[in-house]
């Protein structure tokens, strides 16, 4: 998509020359400043044909007075940013699917800034977004190729750099949604480090490196590969970095959860619904996708990216409840369900973060069903005993309307977690599930500042628009661009968090592999 600034206003609206002109109005202000326009939203509103509300719009064919061929009015709740890009999506949805639309033009009847800006840009990624990868019968991509924006000149320098901001966000949102759609048989962990190697290669900020078994064997991940012990697929640990920080600068670590498909293993889970189980690397998905975005809005800030990525399948060679395993922390877990197999793999992985000496680590995973009794499909949640961290966390995904809510981790949940044959069981049971799980993954993370994002409920959609939502890329990608913005007041890493010395066992002999042939 090809997205302009144009200086128009007023009079000059109802001669703007594109395939449709839309018309974003609040109650506050129902008038343009162009005559024909403004007769037309009047007669609409007196003859009750349109109402200037929020989900309100009113397509016209061949207007009278305007040069545009269509013009779509929207009606928007108020002047915010949020509300805007509501009545976007909703003036959008009327021409997306017209064949004659190739170049819309849009005006608002308030003042626009970058942030309208950004979010028009999203607002239309997201409504024209088709997934076609398995299904080529699906509607071929609109004809909509160019947008316009409209609005005072001196507007300009704000709208451009809100729109390539938008770009950049919107490319890494697809990229995570067009991922998380994928279905389990295309999207496996090789799959997944492909794709990394693939956006190194087009980025040159980007570098990838992807570590197969025998090197996660030999970093001693004997909690994520344990996981992996049913499947065919063999694992895979992807290592990202976008450089664009000084080379002294701390970076900040993404973990996400790429488990490219969770039957729960030998606590298979029910048959009902399993197939949503294939978005369960959407903690995985939101971290390339916060690297594409990164790619191009090149922010001076250092950055990793860790995927740990496997497949959780039952079968002989599968972990069984009451199996120990030894994380590479040195730390033992009882692992009481196998279907609990997300933060086995995270364990591995933010230990593995330590090396980094990083600012802050936050991992990203499809973790609980409890979050999403807890919080729906609204708020993702946000787990984390460092309140700047947190705050600055919640404040991004306001910001990037990709929400977050904060959640308890008092230590009195983590009782739950006691085994009597390992340092911890991987499960506390149904209370709080969502609260203990991120408690488990606290105990890998005493090294440094950390935050957990549960996007069980976030990232993807049942019902009939099914699928996945790119969150939270957004967030993640606000959160960075912040930081590296803030300068001075950027969070620095806890040099007097120093890593907890864990049992004398830690950093034991690489975990044993069943004896089973797999490829590497
Ligand atoms: N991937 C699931 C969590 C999940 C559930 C994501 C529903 C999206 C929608 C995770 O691996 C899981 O199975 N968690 C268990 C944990 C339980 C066994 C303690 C759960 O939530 O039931
Ligand atoms: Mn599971
Ligand atoms: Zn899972």
New binding site residues.
């Given amino acids: 998509m090809d997205y302009r600034f144009s200086a128009a206003q007023g009079a000059a609206l109802s001669q703007i020359a594109a395939d449709a002109l839309l018309v974003v109005l609040t109650a506050d202000k129902t008038t343009t400043g162009s005559e024909a326009i403004d007769k037309l939203i009047k007669d609409a509103i007196s003859s009750k044909d349109w109402e200037c509300k929020a989900g309100k719009t009113l397509y016209v064919h061949r207007p009278v007075g305007v040069k545009a061929p269509r013009l779509v009015l929207s009606g928007a709740a108020d002047g915010s940013v949020k509300a805007f890009r509501a009545a976007v999506s909703k003036a959008v949805a009327e021409v997306k699917a017209r064949s004659g639309v190739q170049h819309v033009a849009l005006a608002c009847s308030e003042v626009i800034e970058s942030a309208h800006a950004q979010a028009l840009v999203q607002a239309l990624d997201e409504v024209t977004y088709v997934y076609r990868q398995t299904k080529p019968s699906a509607p071929k991509p609109g004809s909509l190729a160019k947008v316009t924006v409209l609005a005072a000149a001196d507007q300009g320098a704000a709208i451009k750099a809100g729109l390539a901001a938008g770009q950049g966000v919107a490319a890494g949102i697809a990229l995570a949604r067009e991922l998380g759609n994928l279905p389990g048989n295309h999207c496996t962990p090789t799959f997944l480090g492909q794709e990394a190697r693939r956006l190194s290669r087009e980025f040159k900020h980007i570098k990838a490196e992807v570590l197969d078994r025998a090197a996660i064997e030999k970093l001693g991940m004997g909690s994520f590969l344990s996981v992996t012990n049913g499947s065919a697929q063999p694992p895979r640990f992807i290592v990202l970095r976008y450089d664009g920080g000084t080379k002294t600068q701390a970076p900040i670590v993404l973990v996400g959860k790429g488990?490219t498909f969770?039957t729960?293993g030998i606590?298979l889970?029910p048959g009902a619904g399993m197939d949503?189980?294939k978005?369960?690397m959407g903690g995985a998905a939101s971290v390339l996708g916060t690297f594409r975005a990164l790619a191009d809005l090149k922010p001076k800030i250092n950055v990793i990216g860790l995927v740990p990525t496997c497949e959780n399948m039952p079968s002989g060679t599968a972990t069984k409840p009451g199996d120990v395993v030894t994380s590479m922390s040195g730390q033992t877990i009882e692992i009481l369900?196998t279907?609990?197999?997300?933060r086995l793999i995270l364990c591995d992985a933010l230990t593995y973060a330590e090396r980094f000496k990083p600012a802050a680590v936050i991992d990203i995973a499809?973790?609980?069903?409890?979050c999403?009794v807890a919080l729906g499909h609204v708020h993702s949640g946000l787990f984390s005993a460092d309140d700047e961290l947190a705050d600055a966390l919640l404040l991004a995904g306001r910001q990037a309307m990709d929400t977050a809510w904060r959640m308890p981790v008092d230590e009195e949940y983590g009782d739950a977690l006691k085994s009597n044959f390992a340092d911890m069981g991987n499960?506390g049971g149904r209370d709080g599930?969502a609260i203990t799980?991120a408690i488990f993954l606290s105990k890998f993370t005493k090294a440094y500042r950390w935050a957990h994002l549960d996007i069980?409920g976030s990232a993807w959609k049942s019902g009939a628009a099914k699928g996945g939502t790119g969150r939270p890329v957004g967030l993640l990608t606000q959160f960075l661009l912040s930081q590296a913005d803030a300068g001075a007041a950027a969070i620095k890493p806890v040099s007097d968090k120093k890593a907890k010395p864990v049992a004398t066992s830690a950093r034991r002999a690489p975990a044993k592999r069943a004896p089973v042939k797999r490829q590497a």
Avoid: F, Q, R, W
Wanted: aromatic content about 4%; cysteine-free; glycine content about 16%.
């Fill in positions: 488990i969770d729960g606590s889970k949503e189980m978005y369960d369900n279907d609990a197999e997300g499809t973790l609980t069903g409890a999403v499960v599930g799980a069980a």
